[in-house]
C-alpha cells in the first residue's frame, strides 16, 4: 500500500498502477492543495487519515483485535 500526501504525485501514479493507497491528509484544516495544481478528478485511495500519528494509532487498534 502507497501511503502519502500528495494527491497529484502519489495517488494519481499508485492509481495508474493499480497500487492500494493510503491518503495523509495533512493540509485537511486548510482549502486548496498548497503548492500543487487542482487535480480535477480526484484520485481514488483506500484510506484515508489526517496523520501519520493517527494512521499508526488506527494500526496499534486493528492490532488489539
Known amino acids: 500500500m502507497h501511503t502519502a500526501e500528495s494527491l497529484f504525485h502519489d495517488h494519481k501514479p499508485a492509481n495508474a498502477h493499480r497500487l492500494r493507497s493510503c491518503w495523509i491528509h495533512?493540509?485537511?484544516?486548510k482549502e486548496g492543495f498548497g503548492a500543487t495544481m487542482h487535480l480535477g478528478d480526484l484520485p481514488k485511495y483506500d484510506c484515508y487519515f489526517t496523520?501519520?500519528?493517527?494512521?499508526?494509532?488506527?494500526h496499534m487498534e486493528q492490532s488489539k483485535s
Open 26 to 29: 495533512r493540509r485537511h484544516e
Open 51 to 58: 496523520s501519520m500519528c493517527a494512521m499508526a494509532a488506527a
